[in-house]
């Protein structure tokens, strides 16, 4: 019974392979024995048995947000890779410019805002997938976990609690895509077809409206909650797994996307009362302990690319725990031996905002400047490379984490952070009248952010926003803190209804085009509107 149960833990993650939700979560069927056993399992309270197969599946739900996309279309690097995403949603801003004007690198298409997000073309499909990837993983574990099959089992509730999770990933990942801002007429527009469990012979399902889709996401996050605190499961310290964290920050997440100020703020609450500490000016981006010459960036000593010394991680992963999971701090990194690096897709700041950094702000120092690098000799290459100005030092190391120099670009990676908490409690009080608690929230993110020795930055005395709306001031700390950090930019932009306009920069080099917040808003991939008859296109 062992082997056989242990070939079923496997296969249930296989089982996630799908192409489309038009399939109904079409995928291979379930071995109905195996499915039977299952139950019987369940039904008999064996302890050991059920945490070996129901278990062995939810140890791995957290994985499905971190690996390789399901279906992947090509060996395309930018699509393929879960973490790709977040850095091809990064060019596609004001504040971050990739490379410097050659062809030869992956990211100068999406700068130029000819990632084509139409219904007919490749770029759509992997990301819908993946959503609908993470809601059939969950699905499938939740058919197992009634409430009646879970009812004060502690194990059970835990367990139930991640897949909620993930689903809720799923769904919202896809809707802050596939449609246009809540806030910015995506109300009233539909939504995803939601599917709330797996089974393959079920009928297809039409779109449901925006707010129902959301309506259904919170209740996820709700549930989830209440049963993780059931369950005794608060915020733990393994960063790398779902808990009331990762549930409270979707829910902030999610609630700031409606306008759900009142529920923004209470859980942000919830997490920064268990994430009181923020990074250190020490630990804040990469610092050169070489010389001009030959600069040396330990890994260990930068929070951005190191889960172990960053205060702030509410959910990451160790380098290397899935395929694909260094992409991102990979084409970051100015020094790694990739597109970010040696093949000159420099991740850079546009100068707009870097002149807006307070200059008693430490932040500032994770940006070049526009003072020029110089030339790098790279590992294993022949010549040096001309590292330009403006780069950013944020994701800064010149060897991998726990490695060697030719394995550059090899570490720690986070989705969640305490900083983005602290930016989403305080812009909930701006959009909800509450000025004076607003300050306080940013006061608190400001004052961590100043040079040692130097007088505490506020929201009334930085620089920059003097006489400026606290929602603007809030903007300008979002744009400054979560620089370059998994598309952040994109998304806010989409929400605040901000066009992309680079006029007017001396360091972007692609100024051409402009990308308006309807743009950002990718169509119902082509393989869902021809097998689902009740799919309509957005």
């Not at 109905?32 to 008999?44: G, P």
């Not at 701090?329 to 700041?349: C, D, H, K, L, Q």
Request: with cysteine.
């Amino acid at each position: 019974m062992k082997k056989y149960i242990k070939y079923m833990i496997g296969t249930a993650m296989g089982l996630a392979m799908m192409t489309s939700c038009s399939d109904r979560l079409d995928l291979t069927p379930e071995n109905a024995i195996t499915a039977e056993q299952i139950k019987e399992i369940l039904a008999s309270g064996d302890e050991t048995k059920i945490d070996m197969i129901i278990g062995g599946m939810a140890n791995t739900v957290v994985l499905k947000i971190h690996q390789i996309v399901d279906y992947a279309p090509s060996a395309d690097g930018q699509t393929n890779y879960i973490l790709a995403h977040g850095h091809m949603f990064n060019a596609h801003g004001n504040d971050i410019v990739i490379g410097n004007g050659s062809y030869t690198y992956w990211g100068a298409s999406q700068y130029e805002f000819e990632w084509n997000a139409t219904t007919g073309t490749s770029s759509v499909k992997p990301i819908w997938d993946h959503g609908y990837g993470c809601v059939t993983v969950a699905n499938q574990l939740l058919n197992y976990l009634d409430d009646e099959t879970v009812g004060s089992n502690k194990k059970l509730m835990d367990y139930k609690a991640r897949a909620l999770v993930l689903r809720a990933w799923g769904y919202n990942y896809m809707m802050e895509l596939y449609q246009d801002a809540y806030l910015n007429g995506g109300k009233d527009k539909l939504g995803l077809s939601v599917y709330d469990k797996y089974d393959p012979a079920q009928p297809y399902r039409e779109r449901s409206t925006s707010e129902q889709t959301y309506a259904f996401i919170k209740n996820d996050l709700n549930t989830a909650i209440q049963l993780f605190n059931a369950a005794g499961i608060g915020y733990t310290s393994d960063v790398s797994d779902f808990d009331l964290g990762v549930a409270n920050f979707l829910l902030a997440r999610v609630s700031l996307w409606t306008g759900d100020w009142q529920t923004t703020i209470s859980a942000s609450n919830a997490i920064l009362g268990n994430y009181p500490e923020l990074i250190s000016e020490a630990h804040y981006g990469g610092k050169n302990t070489g010389t001009a010459d030959d600069p040396e960036y330990l890994p260990e000593t930068n929070a951005f690319v190191s889960n172990a010394i960053n205060p702030e991680v509410i959910l990451g992963f160790p380098k290397g725990l899935v395929s694909g999971n260094t992409v991102y701090s990979s084409w970051m990194n100015v020094f790694a031996n990739s597109w970010g690096g040696y093949m000159e897709g420099f991740a850079r700041i546009d100068d707009r905002l870097y002149n807006k950094i307070a200059d008693s702000d430490y932040r500032k120092a994770a940006f070049q400047g526009p003072q020029s690098f110089g030339d790098y000799l790279y590992p294993g290459s022949g010549s040096p490379v001309t590292i330009q100005s403006y780069v950013n030092l944020k994701f800064a190391a010149t060897q991998a984490l726990g490695g060697t120099k030719q394995e550059v670009g090899q570490n720690d990676f986070y989705y969640m952070r305490t900083s983005e908490v602290l930016l989403m409690k305080a812009e909930a009080q701006a959009q909800s009248g509450d000025e004076n608690g607003a300050k306080t929230t940013l006061n608190t993110l400001l004052a961590a952010r100043t040079k040692s020795g130097q007088t505490p930055l506020t929201a009334d005395t930085y620089p920059a926003t003097v006489g400026k709306s606290i929602l603007e001031k809030v903007q300008l700390q979002w744009r400054i803190e979560m620089w370059g950090e998994n598309g952040r930019e994109f998304f806010n932009n989409k929400r605040w209804g901000i066009t992309v306009d680079r006029s007017g920069s001396t360091v972007h080099w692609y100024t051409a085009k402009q990308l308006t917040p309807a743009q950002m808003t990718w169509q119902i991939p082509e393989n869902e509107l021809l097998y689902n008859p009740l799919a309509v296109p957005n």
